[in-house]
């Protein structure tokens, strides 16, 4: 890796691991379909520039139902959820019950068949389930979570992972730019309707528009373009290894903004981060039988 992809690593890192506690500073003000909803306009803004000044292809039309579904389970349920979520439970705990979708995207893949289960496996998603288990406990008994929010979190994350398991079926070889600015297009226009027919929006604040501005633009739009640019120059391993730092920033942010860290949910970060290396690390290269032992 280069400097140039250490520091866009490093920077998409922070962009999302903030997005947990902008999103809880946006919910001060916006009901939880409304954050998704400016979420994703803003976000879609950037793409869409980005879209015009690269002249990066759209997907093409034929492909509307995988493209509503990926939306859909991407954006329009998660971003909702998590704003829906954390109104009960700190940011810093969001951001840890967010490392489960990796141990939901392999479940899903085991159930599809898509994936070969082994024991380094089986123990990294025992592990990882472990780790927010003892997030979540420590959140619940320090009055830093509600069971009730904890379950929302955990359907926006089986939701990332369904999305994803979607995607990798029905829309692989697509120009990733186009296929964002669509993702974030389509979750506007679904979200629209919804969030004009239900609560309307608090006075604002300049906190909370602010937040769900630079969640939208930073937090959505230019870490996309960010995560594609990395695809483009290193190994997806290489970049899903972002996935280990959110919780991280997510208890960095938290505590920064005043929120309680317990030590129940650092034990967890590093439990969580354990069993997802444990998932990630190569298969053993099996012996060819009849080969020539050194020495011999």
């Not at 039309?61 to 700190?90: C, D, H, M, Y």
């Not at 929120?259 to 981060?273: K, T």
Request: net charge positive; charged share 5%; hydrophobic share 55%.
């Amino acid at each position: 890796m280069t400097r140039r992809d250490a520091l866009d690593m490093f920077l998409l890192s922070a962009f999302w691991g903030v997005s947990f506690l902008l999103i809880r500073l946006s919910g001060e003000v916006f009901p939880p379909v409304w954050v998704a909803l400016l979420r994703s306009v803003f976000g879609a803004a950037v793409l869409l520039v980005a879209l015009r000044l690269g002249r990066h292809s759209l997907p093409p039309a034929r492909l509307w139902k995988p493209l509503l579904l990926v939306a859909l389970f991407n954006n329009v349920i998660p971003w909702s959820f998590f704003a829906w979520g954390e109104q009960t439970v700190s940011s810093n705990i969001a951001a840890i019950i967010n490392a489960t979708t990796p141990l939901f995207a392999l479940l899903i893949g085991l159930t599809l068949r898509d994936t070969r289960l082994s024991g380094l496996t089986l123990g990294g998603v025992l592990l990882g389930m472990g780790g927010v288990a003892l997030t979540v406990s420590g959140g619940l008994g320090g009055g830093h979570a509600t069971l009730h929010g904890v379950v929302i979190l955990l359907l926006a994350s089986l939701g990332y992972a369904v999305a994803t398991t979607i995607a990798k079926r029905t829309l692989g070889g697509l120009n990733p730019v186009g296929l964002a600015t669509t993702q974030l297009g389509l979750s506007s226009v679904i979200l629209l309707p919804v969030a004009l027919i239900g609560p309307a929006p608090a006075p604002l604040t300049v906190t909370a528009l602010g937040a769900v501005a630079f969640l939208g633009v930073v937090g959505s739009g230019l870490a996309y373009l960010l995560y594609y640019g990395l695809l483009a120059r290193v190994s997806p391993t290489q970049v899903t290894a972002v996935t280990y730092a959110l919780p991280v920033w997510g208890l960095g942010w938290g505590a920064l903004a005043g929120e309680p860290v317990g030590a129940l949910s650092v034990l967890g970060v590093l439990v969580v981060l354990a069993g997802l290396g444990l998932i990630n690390l190569p298969p053993r290269a099996k012996p060819v039988q009849g080969a020539v032992k050194p020495g011999a």
